[in-house]
């Protein structure tokens, strides 16, 4: 049975979160004097108001939780933040359309970065804000965040981090998942204030700091600016913000076994290193293309393609450049960057590079079981052998993901929108990207979608963010079966 009371008393705390992230943007606006301080303080009392129906209404439920629970909350709160949180672009009149104010937020709390927003800039600061703290609050999981205040309703947390985790493996660093989100997150917090003082450094105000430091730790790509990082003309900027990108691009747990001094098992995890020499492999032949078919200098050339490798390695979305000017081959090389993502256990989006070794080590193993039918080979990960549900999970996984991306295609293509800009938007999407290709690309915005292929690239948002299952077990028939 499904602890409907439990869910939605836990749905209205998280709502309390959300008024929170609220009154923090009414403050940043009213102390730049906004005209959308009201809108927030507005948006923040129909949060509240909403919250306390949820937590009374819940009062007295079971505390206990199964996993059905989890997949249920993980999906809910996606969804309830995405509808609150597009109340200060809405009734602001800031984005009029409730389609594209919807498709805002779910780009912010999904870390996708893609916008329907033209004039950036035009906005006030505390909206800029909100649009930059939606991503650094959705980046590492908003449910994830409440894991580590779950046992104030006396449950547990470790169904909720399965339904939401990203990757293959969850791994524990410690017994209690509270603890470990704890941990997480202290680190969460640190890069973004090491950076947010980097950046102060480098000559960029501490508004468009922190904005840039919740945007760059989340892998989000919201920029207060409407050229993103290219505004600053600042190598020192750039190759800041690609360091930042690059750490949060690795698995958290990964971080936080390297700040614990153990860089033994951090230099050799398999992951990280398939994560480092892909980035190395594409910035290399990208530079090269740029500096043997161009009249780019060698350094220029390089930070360029390492700047655009790893935002869209790590799904972060930002740009030093209109990648769509440079050679179609390079286009299809992004597209890669695009697909294969990071490291699972990160803020990044798109399949993971620990499922693309996973899938390269079956590949190898069936070549060497048609010379030797009889033999037995396991597949390892850091010396350990995976067992065959994890190579299943895989598999199905990655069918899945690009079964749903070429279906996507075609819908947004019998929708009237182009073939380069369908597969694009759709790459994008679903790897919580950014930017996406032809007239969506990175020197533009998306508004010019019909409402009906945001919605669609909506929902493909939060499918990718939720790592796919999370959402789609919800439309199964035996999700729902009281066994």
Known sequence: MINWKMIIRILGFLLLIETAMLL?????????????????????VITTLVAIVALVWGRG???????????????????????????????????????????????????????????????????????????????????????????????????????????????????????????IWSIYAGLTGALVALLW????????????????????????????????HSAYIEYVVILFMFLSGINFTLLLTLFRGRLKKFIHDIELKHYFFGVCAFSLFIAAWLYFTGSTGVEEAWRKSLF????????????????????????GCLVIVMLVGACAGSTTGGIKWIRIVVLLKVVRNEFKHILHPNAV???????????????????????????????????????????????????????????????????????????????LLSFLMMLGRLELFTVLLLFTS???KKR
Not at 66 to 78: E, K, M, P, Q
Not at 318 to 325: G, Q
Not at 384 to 400: E, N
């Open 24 to 44: 923090c943007s009414a403050a940043v606006a009213f102390y730049y004097r906004g005209d959308d301080f009201p809108y927030f303080c507005l948006s923040a």
């Open 61 to 183: 439920a079971d505390r206990s939780l199964n996993r059905r629970d989890g997949y249920l909350i993980v999906t809910a709160s996606w969804t309830a933040f995405s509808l609150f949180g597009m109340l200060p672009y809405y009734i602001g009149g800031y984005i009029p359309s409730v389609t594209d104010a919807f498709f805002e937020t779910m780009s912010g709390f999904t870390s996708t970065g893609a916008t329907i927003l033209d004039d950036i800039e035009a906005l006030p600061h505390g909206i800029l804000f909100w649009r930059a703290m939606t991503q650094w609050i959705g980046g590492l999981g908003i449910v994830f965040f409440t894991i580590a205040v779950l046992p104030i309703f006396g449950v547990g947390g470790l169904q909720v981090f399965a339904a939401e985790a990203s990757g293959p493996t969850h791994d524990k660093v410690h017994p209690r998942i509270g603890v470990t989100a704890k941990w």
């Open 201 to 232: 450094l480098g000559g960029m105000d501490l508004f468009d700091s922190v904005c840039h430091a919740f945007a760059t730790t989340s892998t989000g790509g919201f920029s207060t600016k409407q050229d993103s990082i290219a505004f600053y």
């Open 308 to 331: 655009q490798v790893v935002s869209l390695q790590t799904s972060t979305g930002f740009a030093t450049s209109d990648f769509m000017a440079w050679p179609s081959i390079l286009w």
């Open 377 to 455: 080979l396991p597949v390892r990960l850091n010396k350990q052998v995976i067992s065959p549900a994890v190579k299943s999970s895989v598999l199905a996984f990655t069918f899945l993901y690009i079964f749903i991306a070429i279906v996507s295609v075609l819908l947004m293509m019998g929708m009237g929108v182009g073939p380069m800009e369908s597969l694009g938007t759709v790459v994008s999407a679903i790897g919580n990207m950014g930017p996406g290709l032809g007239s969506c690309g990175p020197a533009y915005s998306w508004s010019g979608l019909s409402d009906a292929a945001t919605w």
């Open 478 to 480: 035996s999700f729902w």
